[in-house]
Nanobody
């Protein structure tokens, strides 16, 4: 069974950087696309970035473009979301998720989810 555990959240200030990790177990990670999503209070969950199962393709979405990057190590079964130049509007619970598709930005394609980690950016 796929299990995903996020870590690295916390409270930071505007302009700071933060690195979130997603550790997978119970799977061969190279079979899964990994996506990061976030949900701010009172808002719907939205995609932040995703990476293909082999790591050959990565995408940042919306306001994350140019600030957030993804890297993955299939041997270590870890995916890292590096977030730079953080803004108060980045405050949210961040989730990693796994999909059996090669790569996808669609939330509906992700069948496995972690419990989330809180990121708070103060002004």
């Amino acid at each position: 069974q796929v299990q995903l555990v996020e870590s690295g959240g916390g409270v930071v200030h505007t302009g700071d950087s933060l690195s979130l990790s997603c550790a997978a177990s119970g799977v061969f990670l190279d079979e899964y696309a990994i996506g990061w999503f976030r949900q701010a209070p009172g808002k719907e969950r939205e995609a932040v970035a995703c990476t293909s199962s082999d790591g050959g393709s990565t995408y940042s979405v919306g306001s994350a473009k140019g600030r957030f990057t993804l890297s993955r190590d299939n041997y270590k079964k870890t995916v890292v979301l590096q977030m730079n130049d953080l803004k108060p509007e980045d405050t949210a619970v961040y989730y990693c998720a796994a999909s059996l598709k090669y790569v996808t930005r669609l939330e509906a394609d992700y069948g496995y989810w972690g419990q989330g980690t809180q990121v708070t950016v103060s002004s």
